[in-house]
């Protein structure tokens, strides 16, 4: 079961934890909090901040917003599907999920659907350069700058991707097959050789490092996004 929680301004949910506006993931968090305080809907799958609140998606469309991370209010989404994936760039919120789920807020409070121009389950969204892209399944990637007009981009790929980050200049996704992706703007995608096969589904930039988690204890690891390491058996504490 995907937990939630937070201890002062550090909010966990599941393996993700949000500190300020930095973004790391985490094995687990001491659940020392009252849970008094918490939404009903516990399942979450992702949360990020911006303009001081905190905003967190999961199943059943669920979406709760906070101003200091202790006290939280669920939110109508105005979609009926479950929701994986949440960024904040330009002033408002964009989260995505599955049948081509997408909706946007200003404040994290009242949310528009979009038309993602997919049916595909997006499951990743990342935010960079004014410029956001979503990815999901059947190879999808869709980007916008506005969060309201979505762009269909050509991945190079039908396999499910996972999760998308920015860093070092770069747009990074993973997909079911090991397969890594990156593009400078979120226009243009190459594929580059993780050096696995197996399913990577997370992925995050920290300290001048991609890296990407999988399947078996998975980590693979790379300063560029082109040439990347493997580590088995064990994952890297903060993804």
Not at 18 to 38: F, I, K
Not at 57 to 68: F, Q
Not at 102 to 113: A, C, E, N, P, Q
Not at 155 to 173: D, H, N, P
């Amino acid at each position: 079961m995907t937990r939630f929680t937070s201890v002062g301004i550090l909010i966990a949910i599941g393996s993700w934890v949000v500190a300020a506006s930095t973004s790391v993931n985490a094995d687990s968090l001491d659940n020392r909090q009252p849970r008094n305080s918490w939404p009903q809907t516990n399942h979450f799958k992702a949360l990020t901040q911006g303009n001081g609140t905190y905003v967190a998606v999961g199943p059943g469309a669920a979406i709760c917003s906070s101003n200091d991370g202790l006290s939280w209010t669920q939110r109508n989404t105005g979609t009926p599907f479950s929701l994986y994936a949440i960024a904040y760039g330009s002033g408002f919120f964009v989260a995505v999920g599955n049948e081509g789920a997408l909706v946007t807020s200003l404040d994290g409070i009242s949310w528009t659907t979009r038309d993602a121009r997919t049916d595909e389950r997006l499951r990743g969204i990342a935010y960079a350069n004014g410029v956001f892209v979503a990815v999901g399944y059947a190879g999808t990637i869709r980007t916008s700058e506005d969060g309201v007009r979505w762009t269909r981009r050509n991945s190079g790929t039908t396999e499910r991707l996972q999760a998308v980050t920015f860093g070092s200049g770069t747009f990074v996704a993973v997909d079911w097959k090991g397969v890594v992706l990156t593009s400078t703007k979120g226009t243009r995608w190459t594929a580059r050789d993780s050096g696995v096969s197996t399913r990577l589904h997370n992925i995050t930039y920290r300290d001048g490092l991609f890296v990407a988690s999988g399947c078996d204890g998975i980590t693979i690891v790379s300063g560029d996004a082109c040439a990347w390491t493997l580590h088995k058996g064990h994952s890297l504490r903060y993804l």
